[in-house]
């Protein structure tokens, strides 16, 4: 959690590789109370504009939180709580989380939907937001760093590939 802007407006972090494992026997009662405190946070920081930023790199898939969880707490959520949310920013967007936003897009608000930003680097993150008042776990930051590793790699593997070289040309 941290601040930006004039205003002191909160920054929430929710690191998605911290959540339970979908296979613990308690795992809907825990979920559940993790969002009620998420929620009764939420209430007690929030008084103007805010941004949640999601951290969705070095997530299992057996952590990701299901659809019925995420629709239940959207529906949850305050009208205060969803008006005053400046943006929703989603970093190291998964094609799993793409295709439950993509498939719950008409059951959300349009308002709602726009508000959601994909960001594929934290490079990308620190052009959006004050990276000062933000802690991003050690995981993720490793994460990024190998995400980004394999892509100069497949980039220059490409370029040194004359029938690539000749096509990125044109």
């Known amino acids: 959690t941290g601040y930006y802007g004039d205003g002191l407006n909160a920054i929430i972090v929710?690191?998605?590789?911290f959540l339970p494992d979908s296979s613990r026997a308690d795992y809907n009662y825990v979920m559940e109370n993790?969002?009620?405190?998420?929620?009764?946070?939420?209430?007690l920081m929030v008084a103007e504009d805010y941004m949640i930023v999601y951290l969705n790199g070095a997530t299992p898939r057996r952590r990701m939180p299901g659809l019925g969880w995420m629709k239940k707490c959207?529906?949850?959520?305050?009208?205060?709580?969803?008006?005053?949310?400046?943006?929703f920013i989603i970093v190291h967007p998964s094609w799993f989380i793409r295709t439950i936003l993509a498939v719950t897009r008409p059951f959300i608000s349009s308002k709602f939907s726009s508000k959601i930003q994909y960001v594929n680097t934290l490079a990308e993150l620190r052009e959006m937001i004050p990276m000062e008042y933000v802690?991003?776990?050690?995981?993720?930051?490793?994460?990024?760093?190998?995400?980004?590793?394999?892509?100069?790699?497949?980039?220059?593997?490409?370029?040194?590939?004359?029938?690539?070289?000749?096509?990125?040309?044109?």
């Open 135 to 170: 802690h991003i776990p050690d995981s993720i930051v490793k994460y990024d760093e190998d995400k980004c590793i394999k892509r100069r790699m497949r980039t220059s593997c490409l370029s040194n590939d004359p029938e690539m070289a000749s096509v990125e040309q044109e």
């Open 74 to 87: 959207y529906q949850m959520i305050d009208r205060r709580l969803r008006k005053n949310l400046k943006s």
């Open 34 to 43: 993790l969002f009620l405190y998420v929620i009764s946070t939420l209430e």
């Open 14 to 17: 929710f690191a998605a590789c």
